[in-house]
């Protein structure tokens, strides 16, 4: 006997199970299409944007995808990382259209990396009155990386710490100092006190003393000296007193200089005057003479014994 | 009964083990090669041969969908509020929707779905097929007729699963992606821009690329492998060595390797 298998359809089977079958299908397709379409929708495929070129040193933590956030609001999705020919890293930024108005000419971008979580690339506009940032522009990122603090904190810190060691090791300078503060400190509380710990002892504070005691006594000695009786106080007002006497005769004399030197003025301009009158004189006498020289010239040439005597001789 | 040592304790016998091993993987590979080819072909799609199409997709589909989307998505439901509520706590809520897509929707429920049909399709085959290779040992070879209708439902139940791990895949993940949006949001329509750019920055091009791929590669593997082992059980009765399901290891094997790729694609 052999078992036959029908090739036809189970006598069980479900009815409509083409039509079934083609809805599945269909759903399937509708589902696939969809979930592309959404996919290619959240991507931000279909939104108008402009293109943002974000200049960095570094491009750690950024992907393409990313956001690019404003006051915490997305505008922008990274598109594509390279980097430049001058060895700067672009990141290329994707900024809806409708967000674009965020942008300023003045607004600042920045890229910052937390130590828990994902880096962030945020934009700032302080002034929204500028004008906007125009399609395609190019603009420096700053990067603040709480992890790249990191190292240098530690270096610092490691500094810090072999300082404090180094300042609170056995024979360490703060050590000394306070040593020595403490001695001070000891000193003041001594007999003296303040003056026994900043002079470095009693002995040298009862010198001291001792010397003030001195200097007290040679100061009274001084103060009889000069402003007891007789001292140097009265010699001196004496002194100034006959000075006084003998400023006044010296005003005296000089006020009788004085009126020498008046009559003295007087008689010099006399002595110009004459001086001229003697200028007057002198042209006088000089016409004279001259005169008297033509007189005689003429008397020579009209004498009769001119030829033998030809001449008078004046004195 | 005389007892002997297992074959790999005789080392004459491992050249010819390694041969008939890939013979084997090679047999399964060219059967999903014609599986393929025959798949879309013309004459695939006649009358005659889509209402045996359509059978499997409503016993392999349709029959579990239902089901298969509830058991789903109450498991996504605890998964999802035990991600929300220990992201909170550590403030980091924010990263809670991103990993909760990318663990339930790109990880865990294609491979569910995948699991889910192999054992559906394995036990089916199980039932009808393994009693023709146990007919067929003392006769060495199954009946004409049992090869004809094997090999005339083989490329209908191939594409039948194949549909069954994309479509169980594809309606759990878009209902885990409601119930993930509700958990977070609440039945309100202001968080969907930002739901939708979460979503958007999850699913790049080479993820999406990836996930449909893993998809497709899953419901392939679901497919062909339980089919290939048992026909090439029909042709070879004597490698019924193990009362194992047939070809059950290596699909858990191939579907291994597949999301072991596929992570290690996206995340290294």
Not at chain 1, 17 to 42: N, P, S
Not at chain 1, 89 to 100: E, F, G, P, T
Not at chain 2, 38 to 59: D, K, N, V, Y
């Amino acid at each position: 006997m052999t078992d036959q298998i029908p090739d036809t359809a189970l006598p069980d089977e479900p009815k409509h199970v083409e039509t079934k079958a083609v809805i599945l299908l269909v759903f399937l397709g509708l589902m696939i299409c969809g979930f592309v379409f959404y996919v290619m929708y959240a991507r931000g495929v279909f939104e108008p944007t402009q293109r943002l070129t974000l200049v960095a040193d570094d491009s750690t933590g950024v992907i393409p995808g990313m956001d690019m956030t404003f006051a915490g609001f997305p505008i922008g999705r990274v598109r594509q990382v390279e980097l430049a020919d001058t060895g700067k890293v672009n990141i290329l930024v994707d900024v809806q259209s409708k967000d674009a108005k965020w942008l300023r000419a003045s607004s600042v971008f920045t890229l910052e990396s937390s130590i828990v979580g994902e880096t962030r690339l945020r934009a700032y506009t302080g002034v929204l009155t500028d004008a906007p940032l125009p399609a395609g522009s190019t603009r420096t990122v700053l990067r603040g990386d709480a992890t790249a603090e990191i190292p240098r904190i530690v270096a610092t810190a490691r500094g810090l710490l072999e300082n404090l060691e180094t300042m609170t090791s056995s024979g360490s300078d703060v050590n000394t100092s306070l040593s020595n503060l403490s001695a001070v400190t000891g000193r003041m509380s001594g007999r003296y006190g303040v003056l026994g710990g900043a002079l470095g002892g009693d002995e040298e504070a009862k010198k001291l003393m001792e010397a003030l005691d001195r200097v007290n006594l040679i100061l009274a000695k001084a103060d009889q000296r000069v402003f007891g009786q007789a001292g140097v106080m009265d010699d001196a007002q004496t002194a100034v007193r006959q000075l006084d006497v003998v400023l006044k005769d010296a005003s005296a004399t000089l006020k009788k200089v004085d009126a020498v030197l008046v009559e003295a003025q007087a008689v010099g301009a006399n002595t110009r005057e004459a001086t001229e009158d003697l200028s007057a004189l002198r042209g006088d006498v000089d016409a004279s003479l001259r005169k008297v020289n033509r007189l005689v010239e003429e008397i020579n040439r009209k004498w009769p014994f001119a030829r033998t005597n030809p001449e008078i001789k004046l004195p | 009964m005389p007892r002997s040592l297992p074959s790999t304790a005789h080392p004459e016998l491992w050249f010819a083990h390694a041969r008939r091993y890939l013979r084997s993987w090679w047999y399964m590979i060219h059967l999903g090669a014609i599986a393929i080819v025959l798949a879309f072909s013309p004459s695939t799609w006649q009358r005659e041969r889509f209402h045996a199409t359509a059978r499997h997709i409503h016993a392999s589909t349709w029959q579990v969908l239902p089901w298969f989307t509830l058991a789903a998505c109450l498991v996504s439901l605890v998964i999802i509020r035990i991600v929300l509520v220990t992201a909170k706590s550590y403030g980091l809520s924010g990263f809670a929707l991103e990993m909760v897509v990318r663990v339930l929707v790109l990880e865990l429920i294609p491979l569910c779905a995948a699991l889910f049909v192999a054992l559906r399709a394995s036990m089916a085959f199980d039932a009808s097929a393994l009693g023709l290779v146990r007919r067929a040992l003392p006769a060495r070879g199954a009946s004409d007729d049992a090869l004809r209708r094997m090999r005339g439902d083989l490329v209908p139940q191939l594409f039948a699963n194949a549909v069954a791990v994309l479509t169980l895949a594809l309606v759990t993940s878009i209902v885990v992606l409601l119930l993930a949006y509700l958990n977070v949001y609440g039945v309100s329509p202001w968080g969907l821009g930002d739901y939708t750019r979460t979503v958007g920055r999850v699913f790049a091009p080479s993820v999406t690329a990836g996930f449909v791929l893993k998809t497709v590669l899953f419901g392939l593997a679901v497919a062909l492998i339980p089919t290939a082992a048992i026909l090439e059980l029909q042709r070879y009765p004597r490698r019924l060595v193990s009362t194992v399901q047939p070809g059950a290891l290596r699909l858990l094997f191939v579907l291994i390797v597949i999301e072991a790729a596929s992570l290690a694609l996206k995340y290294i």
